[in-house]
Nanobody, 108 residues
Framework: QMQLAESGGGLVQAGGSLRLACVVS????????MGWYRQTPGKQRELVAP?????SPGRFTIFRDSAKQTAYLQMNNLRSEDTGVYYC?????????WGQGTQVTVSS
């Protein structure tokens, strides 16, 4: 059974960077179909990458290592509004199960 494990979150100052990792296990999976979502209190979970949003293009970039079945999210120039729990899942539609997520907190 497919499992998702996110890691790499933490506390960072505004303007800083973080790299998150998502390891897919339990099945052979095309890591190219993986994206990143963010959950913040009071809001629905939203897709943050890949996205065609014009809001600060390039701040979030996905890297993938197919051999390791791992997807990374490089986040640069972080803002306080980027705070939340980050999850990986398939795109364009997520599957009906999620990993534990990884908390990102950006201090201003």
């Amino acid at each position: 059974q497919m499992q998702l494990a996110e890691s790499g979150g933490g506390l960072v100052q505004a303007g800083g960077s973080l790299r998150l990792a998502c390891v897919v296990s339990g099945t052979i999976f095309n890591i190219g179909n993986m994206g990143w979502y963010r959950q913040t209190p009071g809001k629905q979970r939203e897709l943050v990458a890949p996205t065609h949003s014009s809001d600060s293009p390039g701040r979030f970039t996905i890297f993938r290592d197919s051999a390791k079945q791992t997807a990374y999210l490089q986040m640069n120039n972080l803002r306080s509004e980027d705070t939340g729990v980050y999850y990986c899942n398939t795109v364009p539609e997520p599957r009906n199960f999620w990993g534990q997520g990884t908390q990102v907190t950006v201090s201003s």
